[in-house]
């Protein structure tokens, strides 16, 4: 079927990966050390070659620019256990196909091979199903397969030119992608330049954007040069690109299109060579379809989309990025704090985290500056945290989320609550009914009915409770009264 080359320093791992891939046909060549590796592709030219970052003699990421100097084409797969971005991004700048973290997962290791050898043009036939897809995952700390996926496509982007469109909620870090694809790009020792569109004034904007000639309005005494010309052949990042004005937008798309612009007040085209990477936490598509955002526009940003999942799809990446945000503020702050609590950790990763790794951030923040110990403990976290679900107003965890249920009584326990079990349920079975009575507008008989309950029964649990008042239509009688509790 094809050749695959293991270099690796570990005999058990080479052996458990020959097994892997024998059965289906490959004839496996292994080698122990970077030198080695070099030595035995180069007599055997393998369609595949399996490598690991730290070998002998030299690494990994040696191993794969000399096989790429030999041969741009060959597909080379890294495997690590080191599961830092950087180390990522590099790999695929490098032109790595795929990368893997060990301890490997045997159904996703043989899922690479077979999309390496298809996309060289040796189809891997005869192969079992790829394992499960990506996992949850977080920003440019993550260790989850969601994140994997985003290193590696920085990787491929960062060498090329194109443009770069990232979505994401606020505070996932989408200008840390955007500073990643410039670092690992051609243009790294160019200006890095971020502007925030959102934040400045449409009148302003264009100014920031183009710059303008010395008196092209009240107040510009001077010739001023806008981003485009501060970036130069860097890269530009346009954050918040969603809430551009119509008018700027339009002169937006004539310097992607032509890569020159005019200044304000000026006469005479200026060039451009900025690398241009958006950002939005706005539906694009959703905007485009009502007229509220170009539709050209929106195919010349989004030459690469890269997206970023929410805090919350990526929860296993939380303890790595708290520990990241544990040990940057108490050096800050100049505090002692060393660690969390188990529990105190616990609350952390049930939280929803409606901010992103920014809440993440600056929760983690008060708590070492309140910290009076070398630990974090359990009731410093649930102060900061809001002690109910429906806290994080339209992006808050459901009541019945099993998450957001863990977090509420961890934040209670913390607390020293003795009375956890009816405060809970009584919360569980007022929204059940407030749901019921909006679907029914307001009719007891018809809600009672579908609840199970008599009439009666519902009528003096309303009374009991807190239930929100809905839109109202049946007889005056059967109308529900709010009611405090």
Known sequence: MATILIIDDEPALRGVLSLLLRPHGHAVFEAASGPEGVAVYEARRPDLVLCDVVLPGFDGIAVLGRIKALNPAAPVIVMTGDSTAELAIRAMALGASDYLVKPLDLNQTLHAVRQSLDSSGHPMCGTAPPGPGPADGQSLLGKT?????????????????????????????????????????????????????????????????????????????????????????????????????PTVQSKLLRVLQDQEFYRLGGVETVRTSARIIAATNRDLREDVAAGRFRADLFYRLGGVVIRLPPLRERRADIPVLADHFLRRSAAELRRPVRSFAPAALELLCAYRWPGNIRELANVIQQAVLQSPGQTVLPAQVANLLPDHPAAAPGDGPALFDPAAVRAHVLTRLAEGDTQLLAPMLAAYEREVIAVVLEHCHGNLSTAARHLGLHRVTLKSKLVRGSIPHPRATGPLDERVVPVTA
Request: hydrophobic share 40%; charged share 25%.
């Open 145 to 245: 397969d969601a994140m994997y996926e985003v290193f590696k496509l920085i990787g491929r982007v960062a060498p090329q030119r194109s443009t770069v469109l990232v979505l994401g909620e606020s505070g996932t870090g989408k200008e840390l992608v955007a500073r990643s694809v410039h670092t690992h790009g051609p243009s790294r020792s160019e200006p890095f330049i971020a502007l925030n569109c959102a934040a400045i004034p449409e009148a302003l904007l264009e100014s920031e954007l183009f710059g303008h000639e010395k008196g092209a309005f009240t107040g510009a005494d001077r010739q001023r040069p806008g981003k485009f010309e501060v970036a130069g052949g860097g890269t530009l990042f346009l954050d918040e690109v969603g809430d551009m004005s």
